[in-house]
């Protein structure tokens, strides 16, 4: 049942609440049939960035096999899990579902390995992060309405996508970036949102890691959270094949943290007994979270994946291959931003003239950040290989 049918009596106090809301930086009426959140998450899922995120990779290179996450597949498991604690906590459903899709629209093509690329090459001109391209694609770079740049979301959208932010870069985005500088929390449905994030890569990555059999289940018999599932699955199947007993496995870690973190953050609300959104956010840290245990355990997975999955050579011989191409790439279009299709290489021309190189390192770097694995790989083709058609 959506937001608008339901109520906002149905929300708990702190929850976000559509006449509370903090508004849009362009005002639009309101919507006759959606709430304000389901506005912004209809938005976000017909954005081109959102489209993009089919072809961007989340540990494996998107042509390396059909079956392994994407950034889509991960932002939709994303949302399902946040909902699903959003629902258990009575907050706010549609906002905290469109946090969730929406919160890696500014990633590179090749997952953490092009962020890190085209961080290094932005060094001089600012740095790269993706969790600040997010909010720039939904402020500024999305096109697609007649009255203003970007997709114009709510106030508790945005702040929900800037996840996290230096206090240098927060002093320039204004209100959104006030809290970095206050040392404030963001709303609680922004706070579920990044650990279901946590969550779904954690455990879809075990997953994708023993599909592409980089990692064995031997490998992951000594973590907690892994065996005490394991058993409990063999124990109550005896025999069952290995993709299911996988499977099985993974939902039911999923299904152990999640309720680790929705029963761990009610009796945090509990004690705090905040009465609304602002309450949460004056707290000195965040009330979503995970027990000691769930959260050791979680810690646990998160270190081994980063050993044994994230820098297996295989992996690393991607990542390697990847650096060179978004540096090649960033190279080649900073030097000569003629190489741009016009749209992009007018928008360098602009930037430049208001901030000089910095912005002129921008627009290249926003031209970059929105291709897909296969477009990033295109282009260094037609660029690099003489035989390729331009």
Do not use: W
């Not at 959102?50 to 950034?71: A, I, P, S």
């Amino acid at each position: 049942m959506n937001d608008t049918v339901r109520g906002s009596d149905a929300l708990a106090p702190y929850a976000a609440h559509d006449e509370q809301s903090r508004g849009r930086r362009y005002p639009e009426p309101k919507p006759a049939f959606r709430s304000e959140f389901q506005r912004d998450r209809d938005r976000i899922i017909h954005s081109n960035a959102f489209r993009r995120l089919v072809y961007k990779t989340q540990v494996f290179v998107n042509h390396e096999g059909d079956l392994y996450r994407t950034r889509i597949t991960h932002s939709i498991e994303v949302a399902q899990i946040a909902r699903t604690v959003a629902l258990a906590l009575r907050l706010n459903e549609s906002l905290t579902e469109a946090i969730s899709l929406a919160h890696d629209l500014g990633h590179t093509p090749f997952g953490h390995a092009g962020q890190e690329a085209l961080n290094e090459c932005m060094r001089p001109y600012g740095g790269f992060e993706h969790n600040l391209q997010s909010l720039r694609v939904v402020d500024e770079l999305e096109e697609r309405y007649a009255e203003f740049r970007g997709l114009n979301l709510t106030f508790e959208c945005r702040e929900g996508i800037l996840k996290h932010c230096s206090v240098r870069n927060a002093r320039e985005l204004g209100e959104i970036g006030e809290r970095f500088i206050q040392r404030r929390q963001p709303g609680l449905e922004a706070q579920i949102s990044n650990l279901a994030d946590e969550i779904a890569y954690n455990n879809h990555d075990v997953d994708d890691g023993l599909r592409a059999e980089l990692i064995e289940i031997s490998d992951l018999m000594h973590l907690r959270l892994f065996r005490r599932q394991y058993d409990s699955v063999v124990g109550q199947y005896p025999g069952l094949g290995e993709r299911r007993l996988v499977h099985e496995v993974v939902r039911r870690m999923i299904n152990y943290i999640a309720t680790d973190l929705i029963q761990t953050t009610q009796s945090n609300l509990d004690e705090a007994r905040p009465q609304s959104m602002d309450d949460v956010r004056a707290q000195p840290t965040p009330l979503a979270a995970l027990s000691p245990t769930g959260h050791e355990e979680h810690v646990e997975l998160m270190m081994f994946l980063r050993e044994h999955l994230y820098r297996h050579y295989k992996v690393l011989r991607m990542t390697s291959k990847a650096r060179r191409v978004l540096k090649a790439l960033f190279d080649a279009f900073f030097g000569d931003v003629s190489l741009m299709p016009p749209e992009h290489r007018d928008n360098a021309v602009v930037a430049e003239k208001e901030r000089g190189p910095e912005g002129r390192a921008r627009a290249v770097a926003d031209y970059i950040a929105g291709m897909t694995d296969r477009f990033a790989i295109l282009e260094h083709r037609r660029l690099y290989d003489a035989t390729e058609r331009t």
